[in-house]
């Protein structure tokens, strides 16, 4: 890939959830099926694409390094059992990796806050994960909306999941995924100031250098996507068309936050 086909690539970093034959009605439409995975993967490897990680496609990013041919990205968030049981055996049959991002609050474990929407991993689980080349990534600590939180909670969600993180793991994270999507500059420079040196947003679009390392978008995979659906996200076809629908949504969504978010900081800042 040239220098300057560098500069302008566009990657598709897919953003997965629960992997699950029998997802409960909270995770159901961001679930997808076991067999389903299966085929999405085996539909990346008959197109040649090359599974990269979170970190690595940064760093060539930051230093202008080539990527691999035709990259993509594998990611989850939340941590859910499922990725361990019915995702891992399916990325290593491909010798693919993956960036799992887990709320560390939702983990079973020491650090449990029973806020997770199903069976989530535990520690010994997420180990198995890194131990087979997953990059793991920081998801917060309660996965709260962030961009709602005020300074001290927000450093508290951010700084929390990293210790954790770092303590089960040894390593400390160097991505993270904001929950819900939802960041804004306050929130993006927390991350940093944090020592994450990425970060991925959802956005439903490709993702491109220009975006900045602190707001790489993702294309949502779901229960409803279909093989040829997800040929065309994997190839980068028809993502507005795809999207057009959670666009709209998002935008009238956004007015409705910020407004709750000036009403907050109004209240706080009065006598």
């Known amino acids: 890939m040239t220098e300057a086909h560098q500069a302008d690539a566009r990657v598709p970093v897919l953003m997965y959830h629960a992997v699950a034959a029998e997802p409960n009605d909270a995770t159901r439409v961001l679930s997808v099926s076991p067999e389903a995975f299966a085929e999405q993967m085996a539909l990346i490897a008959g197109r040649g694409l090359t599974p990269i990680g ?85 998801h917060s600590h309660t996965h709260p909306q962030l961009d709602q939180l005020g300074d001290e909670r927000l450093r508290y969600e951010l700084i929390h999941c990293k210790e954790i993180i770092a303590d089960q793991l040894g390593t400390a994270p160097a991505s993270f995924a904001y929950p ?23 956005g439903n679009g490709l993702a491109r250098r220009r975006q900045g390392p602190y707001a790489l978008r993702r294309v949502t995979v779901r229960r409803s996507t279909g093989l040829d659906e997800f040929e065309r996200l994997v190839e980068g076809r028809a993502i507005a068309r795809t999207f057009a629908r959670d666009r709209t949504l998002t935008k009238g969504y956004a007015l409705v936050r910020r407004t709750r978010r000036l009403r907050a900081r109004a209240f706080l800042k009065s006598p």
């Open 180 to 202: 819900y999507g939802y960041s804004d500059r306050r929130v993006r420079e927390a991350v940093r100031e944090t020592g994450y040196a990425q970060a991925l947003a959802v």
């Open 54 to 138: 979170t970190t690595d496609l940064a760093a060539a990013w930051r230093s202008g390094r080539p990527l691999p041919k035709r990259p993509v990205l594998v990611t989850f968030d939340d941590g859910y059992e499922g990725v361990h049981r019915h995702a891992l055996p399916v990325l290593a049959k491909h010798g693919f990796t993956a960036t799992v991002f887990v709320s560390t609050g939702w983990l079973r474990g020491p650090y449990d806050t029973g806020g997770g929407l199903d069976t989530m991993l535990d520690w010994d689980q997420v180990r198995d994960l890194a131990g087979e080349g997953v990059e793991i990534g920081g």
